[in-house]
């Protein structure tokens, strides 16, 4: 005969319950290391859930480790301002997999100073493992009638000195002659708070071959 539980506990048998799935804090802090110090991002789960979700993904997967800020684009007429880009940029070993465009517009985010946003193709769920920094105000980001805008979901905490360092150095090549002559190397990006959830997929760029040593 099974006891209820109130009275197994009332004979000091100890019971198991499920624990509880894990919840983030509403903003969750990363900190991505550069050569030139350090950037602290606030990240906002409470009002763009899946996209920090993504974003972390990322993190606690290490996938972002030995990446890069690649691209500065300069406003044209006030070069202090514009945004910088980062991330795996094309490395299809380390990208996962798509999720929904969380607008501006569904999240009340807006693309002001220090907010850091999802870059993407021209497919609005084309979102994956790169992302951008915004030096000023760039509302032109931010979701508007049918123009769906891109999916801020955070802001720097500290560090924009060095956002903005990156943001002067010298550019060429592609995407418009915005890329980075020398990108700058992201050397790893970590959690400052709450608890890692690696995804357990599969890390393609860590398998060691003998053409290709792992990075």
Known sequence: MRLPLALLATFGIATATPAAAPREPAMVRVRLDTPYGPIVLALDARHAPRTVANFLGYVDDGRFDGMSFYRSARNRSAPSYGFIQGGIRTD??????????????????????????????????????????????????????????????????????????????????????????????????????G?????????????????????
């Open 195 to 215: 608890t890692p959830h690696p995804t357990g997929l599969v890390k393609p760029w860590l398998v060691k071959t003998r053409d290709r040593p792992a990075h």
């Open 92 to 193: 299809a070993r380390r990208i996962l997999p798509p999720f929904p465009l969380e607008t501006t517009a569904m999240t009340g985010l807006r693309h002001v100073d220090g907010t850091i946003s999802m870059a993407r193709r021209a497919e609005a769920g084309s979102a994956g493992g790169n992302f951008f920094i915004t030096v000023g105000a760039m509302p032109s980001m931010d979701a508007k009638g049918d123009y769906p805008g891109y999916a801020a979901f955070g802001h720097v905490v500290s560090g924009m000195p060095v956002i903005k360092r990156i943001l002067a150095l010298p550019t060429g090549g592609g995407m418009g002659g915005q890329l980075l002559l020398k990108p700058v190397r992201l050397i790893a990006a970590r959690r400052l708070n």
